[in-house]
Each structure stands twice: as structure tokens, then as C-alpha cells.
């Protein structure tokens, strides 16, 4: 058992040399719900009049020392992918009026894949479905296009 982790040890160590010297990334669009929202739904949620427990601490005390949106004490896997690849935390789309040449983060809180109309008939679904789908948040990455000419090879 020993040996067996000794080896895995040396694995890991053997393994991170290979990913630093991998392709370098310019920046990370990413897509999703609470489990990657940096601070959406923040937006979302007031344009909506809905209260927003992630807006509050103890949201975002652990790390950052103030709630940002994200539905964490600390930090998200998104921001440990930032890390890694030597790149800035991912903005949010929709709070952000600055520079998005690192990347966005269109992922909301509370967002589907399926279309807001598929929920029209589920009564309680309808109350609380929010316009943040998977092709929503498309929609906002082709919106941004235009603003990220620097990035061609990224589109």
C-alpha cells in the first residue's frame, strides 16, 4: 500500500510538468448553471425581482471575502481550471462592462437546457423557470463575437 502510493506521488509529480508545457489557452467561454455561475445570476435575479441567497454572505467569504454570485463559500471548479491554465477568474457576462479577451462566463444559476416554453404548463416550474438556457447563454456568446476579434483562432 505504501509503495502504491509512492508511486502514484511520483505520478502526479511526473504529470505536471507535461501539463505546464502544454498549448497555452488565451482565454475560457464557458456555459452552464450554479455550478459554474461566477456572478450571473446576480443580474438575473434582480432583473427578475427574485431574491438571491448568493448575493449574501456567507457566499464568497471563504476566498474572496464577499459574496460574487457564486453559489460557494470560496471558490468553483471554473475558477480551478482559470488557475491552471495560468489564465484571470472568468468574468460573468452579464455584470461585466469591461474586457472580455480572457474569456466569459455565460453559466447562470437555475438554467436548463430545455427552452423556457417547455416549461409554460408546469405550474410551479412556470413561477420560477428564468430565460437563461443553454441557448440563451448561445445567444450571448455570439453577441460577444464581435467584440473578441483579437481571438479569431478561438472561433
Known sequence: M???SILSLLLLASVEPAISSLRRYDAIFNF??????????????EEN??????????????????????NSNG???IDFIAKKLRLPLVPPFLSQNGSFSQGANFAVSGATTQDISFF???PIASQISL????????????????CCAALPQVF
Open 75 to 77: 471558490r468553483l471548479i
Open 131 to 146: 430565460n437563461t438556457t443553454s441557448s440563451v447563454q448561445l445567444q450571448w456568446f455570439e453577441s460577444l463575437k464581435p
Open 120 to 122: 409554460k404548463d408546469i
Open 2 to 4: 505504501k509503495l502504491l
Open 49 to 70: 425581482s427574485l431574491p438571491n441567497p448568493a448575493a449574501q454572505p456567507p457566499y464568497g467569504m471563504t476566498f474572496f471575502g464577499r459574496p460574487t454570485g457564486r
Open 32 to 45: 452552464g448553471d450554479s455550478f459554474s455561475d461566477t456572478g450571473n445570476n446576480i443580474v438575473v435575479y
